[in-house]
């Protein structure tokens, strides 16, 4: 059998586990230059040209 489970502490420590992701996820997106922004933006843009062009029309 557990022990006891203090919500309001477990509530709390989720609430921070947000925080902490929300924040990674900020660094990578907000952490890049503007040229490492273009050249990830013109990378996705490719790939996703030559998955288009590989396709097959039935």
């Known amino acids: 059998m557990s022990g006891i489970v203090n919500l309001n502490k477990v509530r709390k420590a989720k ?4 925080v902490v992701a929300r924040a ?3 660094r990578a997106v907000f952490g890049l230059t503007k040229v490492q922004k273009t050249t990830a933006k013109a990378r996705n843009a490719k790939a996703i ?5 590989h396709k097959r029309e039935d």
């Open 15 to 18: 609430a921070r586990n947000a």
């Open 49 to 53: 040209t030559a998955l288009d062009d």
């Open 24 to 26: 990674a996820e900020n």
